[in-house]
């Protein structure tokens, strides 16, 4: 199914560099990483291949495979503003990348993507985030289609108009340089972001489906979608962020649950004790039935549970053993940018 072309970038606001002439190079980063192949890591430069660097720079990864679900992990609302996050207790985390944006973890910290310098210049996106001559932006997009970078780049700046929504928020961000340096290093003016916020603003409510579906709903909980990301993609079971990273955290966090669930089960054998010395519960035969299958679930619960631990860390222990070894071994071949 063809598309509606979409109209040219809606932003025309000027915040970093007003009557200069820059080439496009300018405003991208140094260098960046991406993915060649799983475990592969490959460090490109920008300006080699800018639709390539946008494509990756602006893509949402495994998340795009989870639109449908994302409604277990956050609602469908704006972005909270950065000072209300400070004073809920969470801790703003800088994350440079897209599919994290806005994702928090249950210890209280909240992912956050600065914004990129080149998507603050309208003239480079207006020339690098449009599609070829000719595009029909069919539904999947082809290899050369920019309508979704698109999208996610109007999403994750529409965002940005609801987090720096007061002049707190303002320099909140600027203190966590959420937001690009001017030229000599001066940081952008108020009125100057006033001005981009309400061309955001005015953006969206014109045209809401140019904003990645993604960015609707803001905040998102990165234990749902490790969960969500457990049970929907490929391989099975694996989480969408690890949060640990050694294996003493493992059984750190593994043992806080099954202490937890052992006062549980401790508190109800407890309990039925105290209805089997009781005349009435002596006699009952569905009480005396429950109190056995609890008690050999209290028995063999426990040590079931702590063999999956184990069992989980000695599978873990496995996957990155293999994969140091094929790592090692394709290391035998020079490639440069592999890090
Ligand atoms: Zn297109």
Redesign the pocket.
């Known amino acids: 199914m063809a598309r509606r072309?979409p109209s040219p970038w809606p932003l025309e606001t000027e915040i970093l560099v007003k009557g200069k002439q820059k080439s496009a190079a300018d405003a991208l980063p140094a260098t960046y990483c991406y993915y060649e192949a799983p475990r592969k890591r490959v460090v490109g430069n920008p300006a080699d291949d800018i639709p390539a660097f946008l494509r990756r720079e602006l893509s949402l990864g495994a998340l795009a495979n989870m639109l449908n679900h994302l409604w277990f992990a956050g609602a469908k609302r704006p972005a909270t503003p950065l000072h209300f996050h400070v004073a809920m207790g969470r801790e703003i985390t800088v994350a440079d990348r897209m599919d994290l944006h806005l994702l928090w973890a249950n210890e209280g910290r909240l992912f956050v993507k600065p914004v990129p310098r080149f998507l603050l210049d309208p003239v480079f996106c207006q020339r690098s985030l449009q599609?070829p001559g000719g595009?029909?932006?069919r539904d999947p997009?082809?290899d050369?289609?920019?309508?979704i970078p698109r999208k996610v780049a109007l999403g994750f700046l529409y965002t940005y108009a609801c987090l720096i929504s007061s002049e707190s928020d303002f320099h909140i961000a600027n203190e966590k340089h959420l937001l690009p340096r001017k030229e000599d290093d001066s940081p952008i003016e108020w009125a100057d972001w006033k001005t981009l916020a309400r061309a955001l603003l005015r953006t969206h409510e014109r045209d809401p489906a140019a904003v990645h579906p993604r960015f609707l709903h803001a905040e998102l909980r990165l234990s749902r979608i490790n969960t969500i990301h457990r049970f929907t993609q490929l391989p099975p079971f694996e989480p969408y962020l690890r949060g640990r990273h050694n294996y003493g955290s493992l059984f750190r966090d593994n043992l806080t649950w099954m202490a937890a669930a052992t006062v549980f089960v401790a508190l109800v054998l407890t309990a039925m004790q105290v209805g089997l010395a009781t005349e009435r519960l002596q006699g009952d035969a569905a009480f005396q039935q429950a109190s056995y299958g609890f008690t050999v679930f209290a028995i063999l619960g426990p040590m079931c549970a702590f063999v999956l631990v184990v069992l989980g860390a000695l599978v873990n222990l496995l996957k990155d053993l293999l994969s140091l070894l094929w790592e090692q071994r394709n290391r035998m071949a020079p490639y440069p940018h592999h890090i």
């Open positions: 072309h599609c595009c029909a932006c997009p082809g050369a289609c920019l309508v």
